[in-house]
């Protein structure tokens, strides 16, 4: 069943625009073995390559961190509502300061923290993060809080 669901609810998210714009609620992606501690962050499927919300709200289910990321995270003061830490940890969703636009209001982003290097405000963070620069998902980024434009976390 669930092999007829996703391409189908894939498809159908295909559909949405913004990176940010939460018009259909995600389903649950499937269970892993896989913590935010352990995971091989390379097995962390694309779901939603065309919004960032919805692909770190199933990247840390997939990953099984909760609590689950809230919704209402269409516009930048959603996203800015939900910090609650200034400091990463894997699994930690990081919203961050982009200038980008939707129906006249700012968005910004958010992103999946999957590595840290060194510590401070120098450590330097790995995201895995969607629609960002394109509609596809991706783990190559990094670079600092401040290169990132990260304003915060959500663990």
Not at 12 to 40: F, I, W
Not at 89 to 106: D, H, K, P, T
């Amino acid at each position: 069943m669930k092999k007829i669901i996703l391409p189908a609810l894939a498809a159908l998210l295909l559909l949405t625009t913004a990176c940010e714009q939460e018009k259909v609620a995600p389903t649950q992606a499937p269970e892993a073995s896989a913590t935010a501690q352990d995971a091989s962050v390379s097995t962390i499927p694309c779901y939603y390559p065309d919004n960032c919300v919805l692909q770190a709200r199933a990247a840390r289910t997939y990953l099984g961190v909760t609590p689950a990321l809230p919704y209402g995270l269409t516009y930048w003061t959603g996203k800015q509502a939900i910090i609650n830490t200034q400091r990463p940890r894997i699994g930690s969703v990081a919203i961050c300061a982009e200038n980008n636009y939707y129906q006249g209001q700012r968005v910004g982003h958010v992103a999946l923290v999957i590595g840290i290097t060194g510590t401070g405000s120098s450590a330097i963070i790995r995201l895995h993060e969607a629609n960002y620069g394109g509609q596809y998902c991706r783990k190559d980024r990094s670079g600092t809080a401040a290169q990132l434009k990260i304003a915060g976390y959500f663990y």
